[in-house]
């Protein structure tokens, strides 16, 4: 069996929801469902219906969280454990996710991306701080899907909410029973590190409501303090001073193009993320030596991992290179899956191939853009105090972004040799005038097909618009904020192609490379 899910609960309508979302996971291996009751006797028989061989259900009482998810695990059959706390729904790809991540070698333990059913996001690892105490990741008021933890991230521990690790691995640990309430699973990571020198890794895309809000309050920095020395006893010997920082980390030396080239920025995002890593100076003595790309490789370091990334093929310019390159470093890095296809059609095993997509900058991200054309006027009948509020407005400029065809407006300016042009690259004209005798741009802007906001001024009721009271700053802003919801969930379909696919996920996939090479060619600790 590979999957064994370990469940410690009191409530049958969570563990209904949690049998209900694993089934409509279709999950394409076997997997049992081991349910530790410490809830009234009176109601288990509600549950009792789905013992099987699949879903076995042990009561036990008093509760107690550590131990009685070692007994669990010491009965459980699958090659994997996935421990949930109770009110843990895991999305349907969560679980899938999770197995994926952890099928590395290198990778030991896996986390989640949980949050409440508010969509807040309520964990995403755990850090240390200065003091080597330990902090839920966490972004207080931020959603589940913000930018800052919709890529995966190693870290030095992750919640028991939902903990992904190997049978064998974790029986031979255990959660410590001595450890009152909470810090278990922190407490755990910490020795499974010490045992088993594999990365402990947060997983973006094992996503899970938290139904019962966090196992702690959101952003906790400590559990109970009758543990707390004991934690940061072990973390101390793990974790830097610097906040929140893995002490592990290989150095790198990358050598590429000079800056102000694309190649050069690639080597600076990888920088900026893994910390330990010089562009284009001597270090002989690095862990790794990656040339962004192939073609800077001359000859080959005489120490180190050698890794080179891969563009494209073409056989009239530096074909032989490429093939060159690709034979004689440890690791190709392919910056799509037609490139890796390329490489393997010239003989290089699939194993020594990653694929590490470039995205784009978060700030490629659908919005709705308005425009607004015409100068303002003495006495405020162009609604130029309209524009200012709607321009200083945190929720519009999150989802909307104002623009002008001219100066006087306080906004950015796009200037168009030809003003049609500016009409086709807007979403929608805005018209905040109180007072108009055309106006001529709205007539302008739907010769190009443009809609207009605008208010029942002048010749605007005559031609299709989308409307809104003139002057009447708080009905103008709920149009904007309805059509900026309908503009993005059109868009999402396509945006969301895109998710996690950003600067730092360019970053975040080299360092899984590169753990997995130290641990593939230096072992465990390196």
Known sequence: MKLSILVASRSVKHILALLDALGAADLPYMFEVLISWSGASSVLSKLKVFQNRSVVIIEQKPAHYSSDTNALARTAKGEFLLLLKDGVIPDSGA?????????????????????????????????????????????????????????????????GAFLLVSREEFTEI????????????????????????????????????????????????????????KITSLACEQVKGERGCVMRKPGVR???????????????????????????????????????NYGMMLERPPSGIVVANFTHYDPDHLGDRFVDVAKNVDHCIAVSRATA?????????????????????????????????????????????????????????????????????????????????????????????????????????????????????????????????????????????RLADEHLSYREHLSSRMFGLDWYGWAAEHDKVFRGLMYKIHGPGW
């Open 254 to 292: 990358i050598i590429t193009e000079q800056p102000g080239w694309i190649l050069h920025r690639k080597a600076t995002e990888v920088q900026r993320h893994l910390g330990n890593v010089k562009i284009n100076e001597d270090w002989p003595e690095a862990d790794i030596h990656y040339f962004i």
């Open 95 to 159: 679980v899938a996710a999770a197995m994926d991540a952890i099928s590395s070698d290198y990778i030991g333990i896996v986390g989640a991306n949980l949050r409440s059913h508010e969509g807040q996001l309520s964990h995403a690892g755990v850090l240390f701080n200065e003091k080597c105490e330990p902090y839920i990741r966490t972004h207080r008021g931020a959603s589940w899907t913000d930018e800052r933890v919709r890529n995966d991230m190693f870290v030095p521990a992750v919640s």
């Open 174 to 229: 255990g959660f410590d029973e001595d450890l009152d309430v909470a810090g278990e699973d922190i407490f755990f990571c910490l020795e499974y590190r010490r045992k088993f020198g594999k990365e402990i890794l947060y997983v973006a895309g094992a996503s899970a409501v938290q139904t019962n809000g966090a196992t702690r309050r959101a952003g906790s920095a400590l559990p109970p303090s009758s543990g707390l020395a």
């Open 341 to 481: 296809d390329q490489l393997r059609a010239l003989g290089i095993p699939k194993e020594k191939i990653s694929v590490i997509l470039v995205g784009a900058d978060t700030r490629f991200e659908p919005r709705l853009t308005l425009g607004v054309v015409g100068r303002p006027y003495k006495g405020g009948r162009k609604g130029e105090d309209i524009v200012r509020n709607l321009a200083k407005d945190s929720e519009i400029a999150a989802k909307t972004r104002l623009v002008a065809a001219n100066s006087g407006w306080d906004l950015p300016v796009w200037d168009f040799d030809d003003m049609a042009d500016f009409y086709r690259s807007i979403d929608y004209l805005l018209v905040p005038s109180r007072l108009e005798g055309g106006p001529v741009p709205f007539m302008e802007a739907l010769a190009c097909g443009t809609l207009a906001i605008a208010p029942p001024v002048g010749v605007v009721p005559q031609f299709p618009h989308v409307g809104y009271p003139a002057g009447d700053h708080q009905a103008l802003r709920d149009t904007i904020l």
